[in-house]
Nanobody, 120 residues
Framework: QEQLVESGGGLVQAGGSLRLSCAAS????????MGWYRQAPGKQRELVATITNSGTTNYADSVKGRFTISRDNAKNAVSLQMNSLKPEDTAVYYC??????????????WGQGTQVTVSS
């Protein structure tokens, strides 16, 4: 069974930093895109950042210049370095992976979510 395991959330003051990590495991042939999404209370889940297996990145305008996504293809892992955090960054952050399993079926998996809380 493929799964994503996240770590690194927590409570931080505004202006602080946190690093989120996520690793995929299971019957994975390849992962095309990995990324981070977030959902604040009462709001829809939104894209934070994605990265392809070739290193192409995409960021939400609200995090550009503050967040950096990186990936270790050999470990099927993705990280999100979050700097200059703001209270509006408070949300549950979800890891996402899209790719092919060992029988070449596409998958789109989500992690369990990790809470990030930024106090003012």
């Amino acid at each position: 069974q493929e799964q994503l395991v996240e770590s690194g959330g927590g409570l931080v003051q505004a202006g602080g930093s946190l690093r989120l990590s996520c690793a995929a495991s299971g019957r994975i042939f390849s992962i095309n895109v990995m990324g981070w999404y977030r959902q604040a209370p009462g709001k829809q889940r939104e894209l934070v950042a994605t990265i392809t297996n070739s290193g192409t990145t995409n960021y939400a305008d609200s995090v550009k210049g503050r967040f950096t996504i990186s990936r270790d293809n050999a470990k099927n892992a993705v990280s999100l370095q979050m700097n200059s955090l703001k209270p509006e960054d408070t949300a549950v952050y979800y890891c996402n992976a899209q790719g092919l399993n060992l029988v070449y079926l596409r998958f789109n998996y989500w992690g369990q979510g990790t809470q990030v809380t930024v106090s003012s």
